[in-house]
């Protein structure tokens, strides 16, 4: 398993001195969240990314994911409006290429959330529609899409391992690829072992602690999950992809570092 820290936590900070943090922490990959004021595709996307190229290389960081915002800005795979649909997806592909740029192994997509004016299902003809357009060009680009739960309180389709599973069996790409993010995990009632034994690959993990409640992502036993019990677990299954610490939350971005810090120091103490 491989760590890796998040400027989401950062975002009230510029991008270099996330960057400077990574190294402090001698932390060796990153996955970058793509949104203000770090990054936005259509604001200064070529300078904001030879920038961000540039001092990446320079400390020897490895891109492992890249997450463009999809739960704050309006853009949304599954609306029912056509246009607007069309617009997200553009949106996503044109996050891809950025992905290529910075030399991402990976992007992150998630369902988007379907209109509560028509069925579930016609939702998620459309949500599934425009992840089959994505992954059609992700297979072209060779790049990886994650394919990422989200809780209950961000959509009303994908919210689970079993909703997942679907969704990568309709979709039938290569390109396409299951991962956990521990938050959605617990609160849908899950473990990675529910994963595990329905997916045929998972390629990347979101590791947070939460207070059971809400979709709240807190350091490391600032809650109440299990987090040392999903580590064991993907260990006893020889999970050898990363593990991002996506702090996120008021309480963390006066002084993320410490955030970051802290989750690293449990990490450490932790012996599987």
């Known amino acids: 398993m491989r760590i890796t820290g998040m400027n989401i936590t950062f975002k009230h900070f510029p991008f270099l001195y996330f960057l400077e943090s990574m190294e402090r922490l001698e932390i060796e990959e990153i996955e970058i969240w793509a949104g203000e004021p770090h990054l936005f595709i259509y604001r ?19 891109v492992s994911c890249y997450t463009p915002e999809q739960c704050v800005y309006p853009y949304n795979i599954a609306a029912s409006d056509t246009g ?3 617009t997200s997806i553009a949106y996503f592909v044109d996050n891809l290429y950025a992905a ?11 369902s988007g959330i379907g209109d509560f004016s028509v069925s579930q299902e ?4 459309y949500a599934s529609d425009s992840i089959y357009q994505l992954s059609k060009v992700a297979e072209k680009e060779g790049m990886t899409l994650a394919l990422e739960p989200l809780t ?15 969704m990568i069996e309709q979709i039938q790409s290569p ?10 995990m617990q609160l849908a009632g899950e473990t990675p072992d529910d994963y595990f034994s329905m997916l ?5 993990f979101h590791l947070i602690d939460g207070d059971g409640q809400t979709d709240a992502h807190l350091s490391l036993d600032d809650g109440i999950q299990d987090w040392r019990g999903y580590l064991k677990s993907l260990h006893h299954h ?15 971005y006066q002084d993320p570092q410490a955030a970051i810090r802290n989750s690293l120091k449990k990490l450490k103490e932790f012996k599987i």
């Open 44 to 62: 200064n996307a070529l300078r904001n990314m030879r920038m961000m190229k540039r001092e990446i290389k320079a400390r020897n960081l490895n």
């Open 84 to 86: 607007w649909r069309n």
């Open 100 to 110: 290529l740029e910075l030399e991402a192994d990976k992007m992150l997509i998630t």
């Open 122 to 125: 016609e939702s998620w003809k």
């Open 152 to 166: 209950q309180f961000e959509s009303n389709l994908v919210t689970d391992f079993k909703g997942l599973k679907k």
């Open 175 to 184: 390109s396409l690829k299951g991962m956990i993010d521990s938050v959605a």
């Open 200 to 204: 045929p690959e998972l390629n990347h």
């Open 238 to 252: 020889g999970y050898e992809g990363t593990c991002t610490l996506e702090v996120m939350g008021s309480a963390y």
